[in-house]
């Protein structure tokens, strides 16, 4: 049997670029004007667990905009925060983050001020 002849290149053993130092988030949740902002799939989810009520936003009718996928309509629902046994307080529909955002936010500070 003939073996192939190895080359310089598959001999010597390879180098090892040095890693850069990936900075490790845990736990951590990204933070807005104070709240947590989490996205579990379709949803994105804000406001403190400890707050009574936390704003949902359900991301519909999704659209590949080339290497990004954009939510053209938005479901906004303002929830008591009770985990399982939440309740929806309010509902809305708006196209665009931006648009659903902004009520968002503001439906979830008029909610917090009139629970206190």
């Not at 707050?51 to 938005?74: C, G, M």
């Amino acid at each position: 049997m003939m073996q192939a002849k190895k080359t310089d290149a598959e001999s010597k053993p390879k180098k090892r670029t040095p890693r850069k130092k990936v900075q490790e988030i845990g736990n951590e949740f990204l933070d807005y004007k104070g709240k947590k902002l989490v996205r579990v799939g379709n949803e994105i989810y804000y406001g403190n667990a400890e707050d009574p009520y936390i704003v949902a936003f359900r991301l519909e009718n999704n659209e590949e905009l080339k290497d990004i996928t954009v939510s053209k309509r938005i479901i906004i629902e303002l929830k008591t925060n009770e985990g399982k046994r939440s309740k929806l307080v309010r509902q809305a529909e708006r196209d665009g983050l931006y648009k659903a955002f902004d009520i968002g936010m503001f439906w979830l500070e008029q909610a917090l001020e009139s629970s206190k």
